[in-house]
């Protein structure tokens, strides 16, 4: 059973810096796609980004690139989502999702359907 755990949630004011990050419990880490989406209220969830374990290749939504990095760490199963320069419009609950190796492709990573696994969502309030 995969379980996804996210963390590092909270408040922040604009301008500011939050970390999020999902610990995964799969034997098979190193071979998936990590993907980080978000939900703000009233509207659809969207991808934010995206990391494929086997080798280095990462994705990002335009409204985040140069403001957040994606990373990870195979020896603790966990990826990370270093998120700069929040925004109000970045206000939204956070989630994790773990695919197969072919999540991880430009046309794929950030449809919801490329992705097996969820966590439960982490919320992140950013205020003006």
């Known amino acids: 059973q995969v379980q996804l755990v996210e963390s590092g949630g909270g408040s922040v004011q604009a301008g500011g810096s939050l970390r999020l990050s999902c610990a995964a419990s799969?034997?098979?880490?190193?071979?998936?796609?990590m993907g980080w989406f978000r939900q703000a209220p009233g509207k659809e969830r969207e991808g934010v980004a995206a990391i494929y374990f086997g080798y280095t290749m990462s994705f990002y939504a335009d409204s985040v690139k140069g403001r957040f990095t994606i990373s990870r760490d195979n020896a603790k199963n966990t990826v990370y989502l270093q998120m700069s320069s929040l925004k109000p419009d970045d206000t939204a609950i956070y989630y994790c999702?773990?695919?197969?190796?072919?999540?991880?492709?430009?046309?794929?990573?950030?449809?919801?359907?490329?992705?097996?696994?969820w966590g439960q969502g982490t919320q992140v309030t950013v205020s003006s």
């Open positions: 999702a773990a695919g197969g190796s072919t999540s991880c492709r430009e046309d794929a990573w950030a449809w919801e359907q490329s992705y097996n696994y």
């Open positions: 799969i034997y098979t880490f190193s071979s998936n796609c």
